[in-house]
């Protein structure tokens, strides 16, 4: 027996969308996390700047000390943008950024509360440290906590009322796919119904791969068919996270699971029945307080982590684009002199979570290179290149245009090497975790390009170096990357 969405408002019919409709509601997260992000830091350093235009620019400065009456409010300049940095690290450290907190608009009030706290104990603490060098004035820094909060709160309005007028909403859902029965499901289910929670939405469930239920899930939840079609079902169904509810199902299967969601890119956690389990590369949280074990989050799924490395895409970006302008007009003529046609050549390649782009190169072989309709990775002597392609492949500089990838946002400065969709049709399959390298932007260098791992080379080896990379990420790893591709002939992809 089932029920409707309108019995149950917090279990919902399954919203079919499609193949891709998963790939599309990850990456329009990604987009409003981001966008929250660049936004809250635009709002505080308004707030700080107004604060400091207050205290130094209106009759204020003749309140407190008597050389505030001589400061240009400008002169705060340093103040705004250190404040701005410590307010956006604290919203960071109590968790602001995710999914749920922008459909938890209580939540994230409470957090902003907190962070304008600390955000004032830090200031005093560091004058009481660091007097008279970087001694603020307190009339300045308690405006700015009320003035940031004020228009943080006001930005917050704004982007969520956007949120619950506009399908945005249904993009930062969670729907979960139950494999199997049990009662900490059954309490998740009940946790979710009677907090009602905006975040989790229940899209079904199965039977455990033996193909029956060691528990029979309640009427209100779907079944939604058989375990061979669960492939199908994450498809039809749009299912963000699939949660293993038996915990008799035989570790073999168990890991074959797991296989198919990362082949289908989508979260897997396991309710437990019990907590005296050690699982390695698992650890404990909490969904709608109830505790699961799954996979532990890596760098870039972490919205600050995120952030950051697409302001120094876009900075790169345009720099590279700029800088490498008069090469790439040079060039261009040297290969349209070779070879009159087309200067550019554009090849559709994987993107993150699977999207199709359009990747620019500078043409470095001949019109006809591919007219015979085979396609296959180029070689070390490929008879097919022009002679002023082979000079611009062995330095990398066909891949100039690439800056322009990644300021339209298809790519990354650094990251996995983009491959030819058709070249790599059944790899999912073949090569364990190989579609785990899709979870993050391709690069125009990246980890396994300067280890020489490009080309014809061993595709494992390569997988292994971008897993790597993934699990690693920093900031300065990038920058390490980005240093010896500068100094290697082996970099760009």
Same mark, same amino acid.
């Given at each position: 027996?089932?029920?409707?969405?309108?019995?149950?408002?917090?279990?919902?019919?399954?919203?079919?969308?499609?193949?891709?409709?998963?790939?599309?509601?990850?990456?329009?997260?990604?987009?409003?996390?981001?966008?929250?992000?660049?936004?809250?830091?635009?709002?505080?350093?308004?707030?700080?700047?107004?604060?400091?235009?207050? *205290?130094?620019?209106?009759?204020?400065?003749?309140?407190?000390?008597?050389?505030?009456?001589?400061?240009?409010?400008?002169?705060?300049?340093?103040?705004?943008?250190?404040?701005?940095?410590?307010?956006? +690290?604290?919203?960071?450290? +109590?968790?602001?950024?995710?999914?749920?907190?922008? #459909?938890?608009?209580?939540?994230?009030?409470?957090? %902003?509360?907190?962070?304008?706290?600390?955000?004032? #104990?830090?200031?005093? $603490?560091?004058?009481?440290?660091?007097?008279?060098?970087?001694?603020?004035? *307190?009339?300045?820094?308690?405006?700015?906590?009320?003035?940031?909060?004020?228009?943080?709160?006001?930005?917050?309005?704004?982007?969520?009322?956007?949120?619950?007028?506009? $399908?945005?909403?249904?993009?930062?859902?969670?729907?979960?796919?139950?494999?199997?029965? &049990?009662?900490?499901?059954?309490?998740?289910?009940?946790?979710?119904?009677?907090?009602?929670?905006?975040?989790?939405?229940?899209?079904?469930?199965?039977?455990?791969?033996?193909?029956?239920?060691?528990?029979?899930?309640?009427?209100?939840?779907?079944?939604?068919?058989?375990?061979?079609?669960?492939?199908?079902?994450?498809?039809?169904? &749009?299912?963000?996270?699939?949660?293993?509810?038996?915990?008799?199902?035989?570790?073999?299967?168990?890991?074959?699971?797991?296989?198919?969601?990362?082949?289908?890119?989508?979260?897997?956690?396991?309710?437990?029945?019990?907590?005296?389990?050690?699982?390695?590369?698992?650890?404990?949280?909490?969904? &709608?307080?109830?505790?699961?074990?799954?996979?532990?989050?890596?760098?870039?799924?972490?919205?600050?982590?995120?952030?950051?490395?697409?302001?120094?895409?876009? !900075?790169?970006?345009?720099?590279?684009? !700029?800088?490498?302008?008069?090469?790439?007009? #040079?060039?261009?003529? %040297?290969?349209? *002199?070779?070879?009159?046609?087309?200067?550019?050549?554009?090849?559709?390649?994987?993107?993150?979570?699977?999207?199709? +782009?359009?990747?620019?190169?500078?043409? &470095?072989?001949?019109?006809?290179?591919? $007219?015979?309709?085979?396609?296959?990775?180029?070689?070390?002597?490929?008879?097919?290149?022009?002679?002023?392609?082979?000079?611009?492949?062995?330095?990398?500089?066909?891949? #100039?245009?690439?800056?322009?990838?990644?300021?339209?946002?298809?790519?990354?400065?650094?990251?996995?090497?983009?491959?030819?969709?058709?070249?790599?049709?059944?790899?999912?399959?073949?090569?364990?975790?190989?579609?785990?390298?899709?979870?993050?932007?391709?690069? !125009?260098?990246?980890?396994?390009?300067?280890?020489?791992?490009?080309?014809?080379?061993?595709?494992?080896?390569? !997988?292994?170096?971008?897993?790597?990379?993934?699990?690693?990420?920093?900031?300065? +790893?990038?920058?390490?990357?980005?240093?010896?591709?500068?100094?290697?002939?082996?970099?760009?992809?």
């Amino acid at each position: 027996m089932q029920t409707t969405a309108a019995a149950n408002p917090a279990v919902s019919a399954p919203l079919v969308l499609g193949p891709g409709a998963g790939v599309d509601s990850r990456s329009r997260q990604r987009e409003l996390l981001i966008t929250s992000f660049f936004g809250d830091a635009l709002a505080i350093m308004i707030g700080l700047g107004l604060a400091s235009w207050i *205290r130094f620019a209106t009759p204020l400065n003749q309140v407190g000390a008597a050389e505030s009456a001589y400061i240009p409010w400008t002169d705060y300049s340093r103040h705004v943008v250190f404040g701005t940095a410590l307010f956006l +690290f604290l919203l960071a450290g +109590f968790r602001l950024y995710g999914s749920s907190q922008m #459909l938890r608009l209580r939540h994230g009030g409470s957090i %902003l509360l907190k962070a304008t706290g600390a955000w004032l #104990l830090a200031h005093f $603490a560091l004058g009481a440290l660091f007097r008279p060098e970087t001694d603020v004035s *307190r009339i300045y820094v308690f405006l700015g906590a009320g003035t940031a909060s004020l228009i943080l709160v006001g930005w917050r309005a704004l982007l969520s009322a956007y949120i619950k007028r506009n $399908a945005a909403r249904e993009f930062l859902h969670r729907r979960i796919l139950f494999v199997g029965w &049990s009662d900490p499901a059954a309490a998740f289910i009940d946790s979710v119904t009677s907090r009602r929670d905006p975040f989790y939405e229940i899209a079904g469930c199965v039977p455990s791969p033996a193909g029956r239920y060691s528990k029979a899930p309640p009427s209100r939840v779907r079944r939604l068919g058989d375990y061979a079609n669960l492939r199908d079902l994450i498809s039809r169904h &749009s299912v963000d996270m699939v949660v293993m509810a038996d915990m008799s199902v035989p570790a073999g299967e168990t890991l074959g699971l797991v296989s198919l969601c990362e082949k289908e890119m989508v979260e897997f956690k396991i309710i437990p029945n019990c907590f005296q389990v050690l699982v390695s590369g698992l650890h404990l949280e909490t969904m &709608s307080g109830v505790p699961v074990l799954g996979l532990g989050r890596l760098p870039l799924e972490n919205p600050f982590n995120l952030a950051a490395k697409e302001a120094l895409d876009l !900075i790169g970006g345009v720099v590279g684009l !700029i800088l490498s302008a008069p090469l790439i007009a #040079l060039f261009g003529y %040297l290969v349209y *002199r070779e070879s009159p046609g087309p200067i550019f050549y554009k090849q559709t390649r994987l993107g993150r979570d699977g999207r199709h +782009f359009q990747i620019i190169k500078i043409r &470095s072989m001949r019109l006809d290179a591919e $007219a015979s309709g085979k396609v296959g990775w180029s070689t070390k002597h490929d008879p097919r290149r022009l002679r002023i392609g082979s000079f611009m492949r062995r330095w990398n500089i066909d891949e #100039l245009p690439q800056f322009w990838n990644v300021v339209k946002g298809d790519m990354s400065l650094v990251g996995p090497r983009p491959e030819r969709p058709e070249l790599i049709v059944d790899f999912k399959e073949a090569i364990p975790h190989y579609n785990a390298r899709h979870s993050i932007k391709p690069g !125009i260098t990246g980890w396994a390009q300067v280890n020489g791992l490009r080309g014809d080379t061993d595709l494992r080896e390569r !997988i292994r170096h971008d897993l790597h990379y993934i699990e690693t990420w920093s900031l300065f +790893f990038d920058i390490q990357i980005m240093f010896r591709t500068l100094f290697s002939r082996k970099g760009a992809c």
